[in-house]
């Protein structure tokens, strides 16, 4: 991706006498220009900072390397749509497992607020019992959202210190509610 650098003046200039290379790029791979221009826009500013900033790219062709620069982006983007985690299967709670099954909606529990602060409560007093009163304090300030910088701030402890501690009061937790 781009950096937070700006591009410089004489950069700017270059990226926009050859911008006609983004929309070339997107019509010979016919590419819709709303939904891609995104995508190869920024990998075609990449490769104007290297041509201008690298004497060695410059033995090329400056569309060579951008529409190189694009093409791999372009690629990386197919592929992360692709991933099993874009794709899963989506299950609505209105509709049944089976075509003639009862909505999932229908069993399941319905959900007690009161019930469920207490079940929280019971948990909570119960991992105070198994964990060191720090840990608690960890755990309460963690559950009100401080982030775990500001955490070890407050404890004046190391953020990794933190972490592990933490992690342990998480694997006493999975083991009350197992119980």
Do not use: W
Request: hydrophobic content about 35%; charged content about 25%.
């Amino acid at each position: 991706m781009l950096c937070e650098v700006p591009l410089t003046k004489e950069q700017q200039e270059f990226a926009a006498e050859h911008h006609g290379l983004v929309y070339k790029f997107l019509n010979d791979n016919h590419l819709s220009e709303d939904e891609f221009y995104d995508v190869v826009i920024f990998p075609y500013l990449t490769a104007v900072r290297d041509y201008c900033n690298s004497s060695s790219a410059q033995k090329y062709s400056f569309s060579t390397i951008a529409m190189r620069q694009m093409k791999f982006r372009l690629c990386d983007y197919f592929r992360a749509q692709e991933r099993h985690k874009r794709n899963a299967e989506i299950l609505s709670i209105h509709l049944g497992l089976y075509p003639d099954g009862t909505p999932l909606e229908n069993t399941l529990a319905v959900q007690d607020k009161l019930m469920q602060e207490f079940e929280m409560g019971q948990l909570l007093h119960d991992l105070a019992g198994r964990i060191s009163r720090q840990q608690m304090n960890i755990v309460r300030m963690k559950g009100c959202g401080y982030g775990v910088r500001e955490i070890a701030k407050s404890e004046k402890l190391p953020v990794r210190c933190i972490k592990d501690l933490l992690e342990e009061a998480h694997v006493v937790f999975l083991e009350l509610c197992r119980e």
